[in-house]
């Protein structure tokens, strides 16, 4: 029977919990054990009276928590104490952000755990249930857009009152992916007028299957721009050129600006500039989703709303952390089928690593960082 652990997130913007007592209840079921640190899910709404009635277990603290644990499930990093506190080979499961935290990725292997990553689940029909960077990124999304609202001093959808007529508010979403879809979709149900723009040619139908009008420029680099995972390659200089003039005319009439731009394991491109910024209209606001990666917006500060000339840009990292009820059970429903790769059908520890699942996101073992993209950084995914 497999002990399998969660603990209270430490990082200092983490309010999300790796899991929760409803996916506690189908892993117990499954015949394991779970032990969850007291106040482990509190900041998500999840007491741990909901656990224990669920049939964890509660330990006083995360040292308690790991000891004897096989698994130990994460929504990010583990700290060093808890990774000292483990046995050898226990199974390590999160969000390692892998690519940048070199640190973490070598203390994960020094303290002999044997880790994944979940960012680096390949995107296979079998692994849509464990896409953590999908569930999370979709109400990430979602959340931008009711952040931009909240701190927009006019309304979204059109209204003719009696009073007169108040005007639908113009939304531009950069980046058209899991979160930027999200947003489009969220934006129209708020009624906005909705333009998205992106660099991988598939988006197009995309954005106006949801209603929303696509702005690119559409030349060969854009038509051929898209990896065959499906992501984005990082554009020329000459395009870039290209599409910030496209862009820096439309964004001067928008009102909100939602950000979503990403290139995996390179820094956030930068797509608007502080020119562009300051040619919005005095109350338009940007919502900048990959401050986390140094940012889509020039001025952005990390885990705050920056003002400038009256435009106000929102930098909140950890936008998923900002519904963590949601996020944190869909985090959940993503790792508990991941563990099921990993236990056997009477809830043992027994993981065939030569599954493509794990062997793709197992990144350390035995001591070794073993993911071979870590080894060589310029080898993304
Ligand atoms: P992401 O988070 O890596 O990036 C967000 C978006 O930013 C992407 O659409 C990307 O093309 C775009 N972008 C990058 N540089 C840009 C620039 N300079 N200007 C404008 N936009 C730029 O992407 P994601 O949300 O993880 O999705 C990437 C792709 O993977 C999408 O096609 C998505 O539908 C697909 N996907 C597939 C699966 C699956 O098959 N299981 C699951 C999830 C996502």
Do not use: D, T
């Given at each position: 029977m497999a002990v399998i652990a969660v603990t209270t997130e430490t990082h200092p913007d983490e309010t999300r919990v790796a899991l929760t007592p409803d996916a506690a209840r189908k892993l117990i079921a499954a015949g394991s054990r779970v032990v969850v640190q007291s106040g482990a899910g509190d900041r998500a709404s999840y007491p741990d009276t909901d656990f224990q009635a669920a049939g964890a277990e509660i330990a006083p603290d995360s040292a308690t928590a790991v000891a004897g644990a096989d698994v130990l499930l994460k929504v990010r990093e583990p700290e060093d104490a808890e990774i000292a506190a483990l046995k050898p080979g226990t199974i390590v499961i999160g969000l390692f952000n892998p690519y940048q935290d070199e640190e973490l990725v070598d203390a994960l292997a020094a303290g002999n755990t044997t880790a994944f990553a979940m960012?680096?689940?390949?995107?296979?029909t079998r692994a849509q249930v464990m896409d953590v960077l999908s569930s999370q990124a979709n109400l990430a999304g979602y959340r931008a857009v009711i952040e931009a609202a909240g701190v927009y001093?006019?309304?979204f959808p059109m209204m003719m009152t009696a009073a007169g007529t108040v005007a639908a508010a113009k939304v531009f979403v950069m980046g058209a992916g899991v979160a930027g879809l999200q947003a489009i979709a969220t934006a129209r149900r708020l009624g906005a007028v909705v333009t998205a723009t992106d660099v991988?040619?598939?988006a197009k139908e995309q954005v106006e299957s949801l209603g929303a009008k696509f702005v690119a420029v559409e030349d060969d680099e854009f038509r051929a721009a898209e990896t065959a995972a499906g992501y984005a390659k990082e554009m020329s200089p000459e395009y870039r050129a290209k599409q910030a003039a496209l862009v820096a005319d439309h964004i001067r009439k928008q009102d909100i600006v939602i950000t979503t731009a990403l290139i995996p394991?390179?820094?956030?491109?930068?797509?608007?500039?502080a020119e562009a910024v300051a040619s919005m209209k005095p109350g338009s606001v940007l919502v900048d989703l990959a401050v986390e990666q140094?940012?889509?917006?020039?001025?952005v500060r990390r885990g705050e709303i920056a003002v400038v000339g009256g435009v106000k840009i929102i930098g909140f990292a950890n936008m998923p952390g900002r519904i963590a009820a949601d996020s944190s059970a869909l985090y959940a429903r993503n790792v508990s089928a991941f563990l099921g790769l990993i236990l056997d059908k009477d809830g043992a520890v027994a993981p065939n690593l030569d599954d493509e699942i794990l062997k793709a996101s197992l990144i350390t073992r035995a001591g070794q960082v073993v993911h071979p993209a870590l080894a060589d950084p310029s080898d993304t995914v």
């Open positions: 960012e680096f689940v390949p995107r296979i001093s006019r309304a991988r040619p598939a394991g390179r820094p956030a491109p930068k797509l608007v500039s140094g940012g889509n917006v020039e001025g």
